[in-house]
């Protein structure tokens, strides 16, 4: 049950070669399951992927709604997310209550989550196969009947304070967020998906129950359906529970454009040991035409150990190994970003290294062999994900919700398909020099605070924690 | 106690139902003429392959004046051998659309690499290489040196970390498996000759253990793994590791941070958990920490303090540490450490429900089986198992031991493990 959004994240140990090599074959891919994918497209407007792998023994389902916290009032920020919540409720005393559909779920030794985004909201149950129909009937009726009380919404208002409380440990989290709420004045994006203490204790039953009924129906879902199943009988299922459904409401419209207000630079002084270094360029989301060519851009500059950074800051500089990314992305807005955690008086080196190598993937195109390798670690990563029922739908439930086409072998030779001159044309688009982008290339400094400063660093982190 | 007709019946059910629908390629298990162990499971049709090469004696075996050592040294196999410097190892292995890493733990040394199934020749060349001749450099140690105390330096950001280390020591005292690293003069006189005589005496053929699992030729594997490790000598086997004492009475600690989340852990000293008794840990844990089980309910939904929590459970062969920690208002502190107190007692003095038993069972191997779909998970299970000098177990015979788990066995290992010693609270707020 977790409030996904803008977080920063460390990118796992990695390397880097200037060694030339020569540009190898793409990686074979494991045996593809594109062709076994059926496709259901029920009369009340549901759609429902189904993805057979044999002998993999559990079945990850998953339910998902096309709204997110971009959907909310400002006012009422973490609905989506606290109504999440509440259709797990489940527990004992005088003030809680069963809920059959995730006892059963339980009971079947599912291992059932949720996670609310800026646009969707997805349940999820990893089943044993022999389980899964008595799972999937227990989850659909989790998601689908809603039956929650004044007194649950009032009890797992405090579990989510508590999960509120975790996201703000962090002060480089912390620091993401004012940098959301600058870039974006006004507009849901710019709050936590989780929200805020005072908009969380606005929220009442009725809110919940009106943006439920708004948002929860059929044709506003889809599901997925991976593992070690029969197609026909998981087809079948699909179609007698979620798909008989009474027909209402009407697929989410695609999300508009938010305004943008952003400026070159954002320094923060906190309450943090090491600075925390970030430089990047705003994109036009996931549903952008050159998302694939930015997302190997990213790749190129910070993933894997033959990446620009790691050969730089780590192995040649020895600065850091500490490298971060920001996974900040939806539909019609997101960020490249690249950034390290350095020790403080190694800044001043780590953050011209670190623009430096933004401005050069902008200035000279990536060689032949490079751009090779950063695709076959896209490759590799991406068979390394669809290793796993939960990893493949993942990968679907993503494209579904885009738009985009299903087939791992669709996105795969549209990644073969990019050129150097591609990459330099979409860097120098976005934070070249004349970036058509708005801001060009920005910076996101968090630096550890000093003198008085650290007094008034812990009172912003006291005032942050009441919100 | 004889278990009756209608136990066996549940326990034959149990394994009945969780009876995979296609049963796994075997395991194959044998020790090389140079005296290593090599473990391989081919998973036809995968596509994938994943390498754990572990070399036996790690942070158990740093002497108390080379904290960091074995981290250290884990390190620098990535930083070239004498035929590669660390660019090339690197470019070998992702070029083909690998990923490698090594990683130092209190066991051992691993090295991992893990991709698609054609890379497997390119990357297990260059694991063993890794492994067999470091090159040592003192210009890339200095380097190393440097991220390392780095990175000691930026876990002081991070709540866990700090939580962690005030626990060990607490727990273990002078125990290795208690040590932390000191801020001040951590890596101080760490050089490459002590790196290079740790090296001689841990990637020795008795300590070497390789796991290869994936689509893959097994004959192959094992000649090119025979090829690399046949000139390595015996060496010794790993130190045993004296299990950590008992704590007379309890301790408590407190870790000042400002956080928004104030954390508590009450955990004790085990004198590690016998292959035997591994299952029954396992349910063990689930249903006193586990989601949702005794102590979710208890504080999470029956009193909506926490967003989670969590068993602390590491095992490793003749020590470890078991215990629970959560994340609560500051106010409920105590509170929660008298709750999961009072939950340790009562599994230790009633056997759980047979309802319990059978969700535990059924959550553990849902989890198994996410883990058997990757090639890499069952290289680090198997891995694990062989550090631990414990055979791997396949899913078929984790199924077959959890199911032949009775409540009286989980009530009987909580009354040793929870009687045996007192416990250490640490909280951080």
Redesign the interface.
Known sequence: MVAAAMVWARV??M?????S?AA?AA?????SPDASLTVIACDNGLTAVIDPR?????VFAEIAVRAGSRDEPLELAGMSHLLEHLLFQ????AI?RPNPAFSAL???????NASTDFEQTEYHA??????FAEGWDALVSMVTRAGFTTADVD??R???L??A??G????VSIVAWSVLGRMFPGDPIAQPVIGFRRSLRRIRHADLMSYYRRFYTPANMFAVIVG?VDPQAAAARVRSTLGALPAGGTAHAPYGKPAVDVRPLYRFRT????SYLLAGALTGGETSPDALELSLLSTLLGE???SRLH?RL??RE?L???ILEMAFQVSTVGALAAGV???PDRQTAAREALLDEMRRLAREPVPV?EL??AR??M???L??EM????GIAGFRARRLLLGQPLEREVYLARLASITPDDLLAVARRHWGDGAERPGGLIEIQVLPARGFGKVLA?LR?LFF?RL | MRPSVFTMGLLLCAVLAFRPARADEPILRETLPSGATLILQERPGCGTFAIDLVALGGRAEDPAGRIGLTDLLARMLLRGTATRDGAMQAAEVERAGAAIGSTGGFLGITLRASGPAPALAAALEVVLDAAAHPRMSPDDLAGEIVLVRRRLQAGMDDITTLRDRALLPLLLGVHPLGRVAAEKGYLDGMDADALRLAHASRFTARRMILVVVGDLDAAAVRRTAEAALAALPAGSDPMPIDPPRPLAAPRRARVKKRTTQPEVVVAMPTAGVPPADQPAMDLLAHILAGTEERLGLEIRQKRGWAYWVAPVDWRYGTAGVFGVATAVPRGRLEEARGIILEQMRALAGQPPSEEEMERARRYRLATLARTWQQSSGRADAFAAAAARRQPPRSYEEWAAAYAAVTPAQVRDLAARLFTWSETATVTVR
Do not use: C, I, M, Y
């Open positions: 796992g140990v390397a880097a070669a200037a060694v090599v190898a990686v074979p891919s494991p045996p044999p002998g993999s023994r559990t489940e527990g004992h005393g809680a339980r009971q079947a030794g599912a291992l059932v990893d089943l044993p196969a022999e389980r009890r797992e405090r579990v989510v508590q999960e409380a975790l703000k440990t962090d002060p070690d309450l943090v040991k090491q894997g150990r033959t050969e780590v192995r020895a850091t190994d500490d955690a350095v020790d062999d090779a390798s076959h670690r490759e590799g990563a068979a390394r290793e796993t029922n939960e812990a982190f924690r």
